[in-house]
């Protein structure tokens, strides 16, 4: 089971146990503190758990350069009188974020580094992680939940507007979130300006271009509102997970703290060499999204999605969102009996204060696969919404299924989504090809228009193509000029 892409995880257990283990009242050390003995050893305690939970830690050359950069920035901070004191991983994870938990452990995915275009930006990121760090964030954020109760932090997110804010759709909300991203969740207003600052200090001693936090974060914001738009949804949160809202609204304030550009580096040569082939969005191994088809060429399935709804890749599930509900594809222990493992995922989802169970559960077979489903409709304060878990058995020790939740009476638009589960062929698996990130040299003749008919996407190609290079809607390209597309493999 290790190489699957879908692994069953203990949904919500890290974050209570890291507020556990804080205390409500222990006293968190100050900015200038280094790195203390005790969150050492909580950093090392959730690191295999952040790497698991986001497609493991890339190695290689591309790796060892992310790696070197952020141990650069990282003793900027005082936290560590060595390199040796930080661990910075490169994540092969095909969204856009980064985040650090104590104990110096610093994170990124390959997807956010592709984005950026130049090592300063790099340093900005990773600079950024150090300063929730250093200021002992994610503590303070803990400290606050428990005081405050942790699920009243759980309920604050995931499903709250389909579902409002009743204990059942709180309970919902805790089954569409990875563990990882509760240990990352939300940071304040203050919380990430105060990282900024702290990031662009650190800039400045490496001697970066201290504009590189603002910049990085203008790429963000643009690729937030290209992604909400191609996918028809709100651009108001953005795809750095729940750990860094709202970019945009940050990037005057980065530009304005940084000041004119002063002279300091942005080694963007290096910076293109070092990431040219680097892997772009969905890694077959854990399965690709192709517009609004899912499919996973290891594991033999593949499924498309509601017209309307987007899909969400993580090592973990496939979750499905659209306007009408949500849904979830992933696995769980199987013994094979189909209408156990369909009751067990009731169970589970009503956890240990709730009842839950279908109202109905029915044995069916989809494209040659075995199938039940079962569904229960739940009052959610004023409103109800129907449940449906649909399952599948791809082996007498192996079944996957489907999570949904839509508004009651609303949740046949996941019908064409659950009769579309089929098993591929290895023909078909082994066609499918990753896309790489490819560097290249602008040539005489050459145009924004024309290089981005390279891009190896069927639509919005030149609006990829300018996000992806930090180019203005007006900007043109010059002889000689280093560029990013992305392209097949091979």
Known sequence: MARLAFRMLALGAAPLALAGCMGAGAPIPSASTPITQTEAQQGAQYHPQFLAQFGGAMSGPQAAYVEQVGKNIAVQSGLGNARESFTVSLLNSPVHNAFAV???????????????????????VLGHEVGHVAARHSQRRQQAAQRNSIFGLLGAIGSSILLGDSGFGDMLSRGFLQGSQLLTLSFSRSQELEADDLGIQYLSRAGYDRRAMGTVLASL???????????????????????????????????????????????????????????????????????????????????????????????????????????????????????????????????????????????????????AYGEARVNNGQSQVDVIVFAYEFARDRAYHFIAIAPAGRAGVFNPMFQSMQRISANEAGAVVPKRLQVVTVARGDTVSSLARRMAYPNAQEERFRVLNALGSRDQLVPGQRVKLVVRAR
């Open 102 to 124: 104590p104990g110096g452990y610093i994170y990124t995915t390959r997807q956010l580094v592709t984005l950026m275009n130049n090592e300063a930006e790099l340093a900005a």
């Open 221 to 371: 914001a643009a690729q937030n509102s290209l992604d909400a738009r191609l996918q028809g949804r709100n651009a108001s949160v953005p795809e750095w997970a729940s750990t860094h809202p709202d970019p945009a609204s940050r990037v005057q304030g980065a530009l304005a703290k940084a000041g004119a550009a002063t002279g300091g580096v942005t080694n963007r040569d290096t910076f293109l060499t070092r990431i040219d082939g680097l892997l772009y969005g969905d890694d077959p191994k854990q399965g690709l999204i192709d517009g609004s088809r899912f499919i996973h060429p290891e594991l033999r399935l593949s499924f498309t999605a509601p017209q309307g709804f987007y899909m969400v890749n993580s090592p973990s599930a496939v979750s499905v969102n659209g306007q009408g509900g949500q849904a979830q594809l992933t696995l769980a222990a199987y013994n094979g009996n189909l209408e156990t493992y369909v009751r067990e995922q009731f169970t589970a989802l009503g956890g240990q204060n709730r009842s839950l169970a279908p109202q109905r559960l029915q044995r069916t077979t989809i494209n040659g696969l075995p199938a």
